[in-house]
């Protein structure tokens, strides 16, 4: 299995990015996949999550509902992360991964550097 994140960069505040996660080597839609972020000197934390399928049932973290958005295209084999109205505490690396549960699916992959100044 490997996820590729990508789409990460550097944002004033208010500023957006989409965040992508490819994957490779499995059907991704069987999986529930999530979104998390680790800040400096933070732990990783799981801030969306997508259920499995087509059916788009989302969770966020309340600190980025209403501002960030994730989605898949089973197609494309790929789940995004849409941030809006970025603010300068969203500042993290990003990854993702399946969600087993609560629990992580595959081994960790390269994150994707998010920088929103102030």
């Known amino acids: 299995v490997q996820l590729q994140a990508s789409g990460g960069g550097l944002v004033q505040a208010g500023g957006f990015l989409r965040l992508s996660c490819a994957a490779s080597g499995i059907i991704f839609s069987r999986y529930a996949v999530g979104w998390y972020r680790q800040a400096p000197g933070n732990e990783r934390e799981l801030v969306a999550r997508?259920?499995?399928?087509?059916?788009?049932?989302?969770n966020y973290v309340d600190s980025v509902k209403g501002r960030f958005f994730i989605f898949r295209d089973n197609a494309r084999n790929t789940v995004y992360l849409q941030m809006n109205n970025l603010k300068p505490e969203d500042t993290a690396v990003y990854y993702c991964?399946?969600?087993?549960?609560?629990?992580?699916?595959?081994?960790w992959g390269q994150g994707t550097l998010v920088t929103v100044s102030s």
């Open positions: 991964n399946g969600l087993t549960g609560v629990r992580p699916t595959w081994n």
């Open positions: 997508i259920a499995d399928g087509g059916s788009g049932i989302a």
